[in-house]
Nanobody, 125 residues
Framework: VQLQASGGGLVQAGDSLRLSCAAS????????LGWFRQAPGKERDFVAA????????NYADSVKGRFTISRHNAKNTVYLQMNNLKPGDTAVYYC???????????????????WGKGTLVTVSS
């Protein structure tokens, strides 16, 4: 199983970015997908999750109203649209997949079965 995140970069506060995570080696359409992030010197934190059908989503309070998670099952890809980025959003963003879970996860991401390598998002003020 491989999860490959991409789309990170250096942006200014207020800008937007869209992260993508392409999956292979798994039956993508039956997995819950999530995004987590880890800022420098901090613990990993939950960002967003989406159910296998895309019908249910969950967001961290810190990103509600600014970030949108979506998925395209035919393309085996999950996205994270990030708008109005803030310096506090600076982190490595990881995508993860969970075969049997819901859409609520602890900050550590315990329960996720597979993890990608992450993509760095840096937001300057």
């Amino acid at each position: 199983v491989q999860l490959q995140a991409s789309g990170g970069g250096l942006v200014q506060a207020g800008d937007s970015l869209r992260l993508s995570c392409a999956a292979s080696g798994l039956t993508f359409s039956v997995f819950t997908l999530g995004w987590f992030r880890q800022a420098p010197g901090k613990e990993r934190d939950f960002v967003a999750a989406i159910s296998w059908s895309g019908g249910s989503t969950n967001y961290a309070d810190s990103v509600k109203g600014r970030f949108t998670i979506s998925r395209h099952n035919a393309k085996n890809t999950v996205y994270l649209q990030m708008n109005n980025l803030k310096p506090g959003d600076t982190a490595v963003y990881y995508c993860a997949a969970d075969r049997y879970g819901g859409i609520t996860y602890p900050p550590s991401g315990d329960g996720m079965d597979y993890w990608g390598k992450g993509t760095l998002v840096t937001v300057s003020s």
